[in-house]
């Protein structure tokens, strides 16, 4: 009767104490929201939001260095148009250069109008990004192109310009350097840049007399030149619209993955509330059992 009866408590308060254990981690799944408190209340799912974890870690560095890389290549595009526009008036004051009939004052006035515009574009050149970078400059740094004493401009060696990391093996360069944007370009008499193409007709229309020759050479130099910053700008504007896509497909991704962290974590409220319903439902039934049974005195064994 003895060796039963140690049994019997044993027994029931193990019982006891696993549904009320049971009845805890319930309440707090509920009150949390979370099914998992600790790695041991699942290895296999605590692992997989390990992985999930580190996954939008990542993404989240990436999708802040798109968001910059954006910015960059939208800055990049609008100072591009407006070295386009710049060049586009260098071409009109070309075409009215290029007449025997313009006066020494006509001369002059396109002269002092193109070197405003040479300081101009050097200011465009040198713009500086969020950052406080120079837009066009390269992985070395420096003053991308700088406007000398005597009018002429000399566009500097900033190196590569420096990619950006915007996922797993993946960057995107979201400028062009100076030398990219400037330079480069080729003429029939070889390459050139575009400060030098319009110092040169600079020049002719300061030494006075015709300058037709001069201004025929440089409208067709001044053409490519348009050609070769509108191929930068379509350049800046393809990867522009990468970025768009992979912004949005990292969105996508971001969803997905959401979905999965959630129905490895996440409370199913409804469920936890009627296993609690139900626990608790046992738990009172034995703990009303067993207060009956252990009541019972030796007499009503016997009877």
């Known amino acids: 009767m003895q060796i039963s009866t140690n049994q019997f408590y044993m027994s029931s308060n193990a019982l006891m104490q696993a549904l009320s254990s049971q009845a805890d981690k319930l309440q707090t799944q509920i009150s949390t929201g979370k099914r998992l ?59 009215e250069a290029n007449s025997d009939t313009l006066s020494d004052s ?108 001069a201004a025929s050479a440089a409208g067709d130099a001044l053409k490519t030149a348009l050609d070769h910053v509108s191929d930068a700008q379509a350049s800046i504007g393809a990867r522009g619209a990468r970025l768009t896509l992979l912004s949005s497909a990292m969105t996508d991704i971001a969803a997905t993955r959401e979905t999965q962290r959630s129905s490895l974590e996440d409370t199913n409220v409804t469920q936890a509330i009627t296993d609690l319903q139900k626990t608790m439902t046992i738990l009172q039934a034995t703990q009303a059992s067993f207060t009956k049974l252990t009541s019972m005195s030796l007499f009503d064994y016997l009877r």
């Open 106 to 213: 006509g001369r002059q006035a396109i002269s002092t109008e193109l070197k405003a515009i040479v300081q101009t574009l050097t200011q465009l050149a040198n713009s500086q990004d969020q950052r406080g970078n120079a837009l066009f400059g390269g992985s070395q740094g420096g003053t991308p192109v700088t406007l000398n004493p005597d009018g002429s401009v000399t566009i500097n060696d900033t190196g590569q310009a420096a990619a950006i990391p915007i996922g797993e093996a993946q960057t995107v360069v979201p400028t062009e350097t100076a030398q990219d944007v400037f330079g480069g370009i080729q003429t029939g008499s070889g390459t050139t840049d575009l400060f030098s193409i319009i110092s040169g007709l600079t020049q002719a229309l300061d030494a006075g007399g015709s300058v037709t020759a």
């Open 37 to 95: 408190q600790a790695p041991s209340d699942d290895v296999v799912a605590y692992q997989q939001l390990q992985l999930l974890s580190r996954a939008t870690a990542n993404d989240t560095a990436y999708k802040a260095n798109i968001d910059m890389a954006q910015s960059l290549l939208d800055q990049s595009d609008s100072t591009l148009s407006s070295i386009v526009t710049q060049i586009q008036r260098v071409q009109e004051l070309t075409v």
